[in-house]
């Protein structure tokens, strides 16, 4: 329903949203268990988190495919948080696709120049 006035629009929009509200979140859950879902989930989470690429499908698909760390090429468990991608902080690029035990290991030798060095002598 067109309004001129702004203040009246804003009413009436939300009077609508408030009679829709149980419907709306319906919609969403339903989407959100979906694969188109899950993907826009997914990757919205790593704008969130600063990673930034030129190709987000192609990098969805590699993340999907990859069931082995790049690191320490150990098979990667199934699960929420196993699977990470590994980014500059500082650049926002991405790196690797690496399990959780290789990202904090590399968090620390990036942060730490001579814990690096130490890990070069062994």
Not at 31 to 48: A, H, L, R, V
Not at 81 to 108: A, E, P, Q, W, Y
């Amino acid at each position: 329903m067109p309004y001129k006035d702004i203040e009246k629009k804003r009413e009436w929009e939300k009077k609508s949203y408030q009679k829709n509200k149980e419907k709306i979140r319906e919609k969403n859950r339903v989407y959100g268990k979906t694969e188109k879902g899950k993907k826009c989930k997914i990757i919205s989470g790593w704008k969130y988190k600063g990673l930034i690429s030129d190709d987000y499908d192609a990098l969805y698909d590699r993340y999907i495919n990859t069931h082995e760390c790049d690191c320490c090429k150990l098979p990667i468990k199934e699960g929420k948080g196993s699977r990470v991608m590994d980014h500059c902080h500082k650049t926002g690029k991405f790196r690797n696709i690496l399990c959780h035990n290789c990202n904090i290991l590399r968090f620390h030798l990036d942060n730490n120049y001579q814990a690096y060095l130490r890990m070069m002598t062994l």
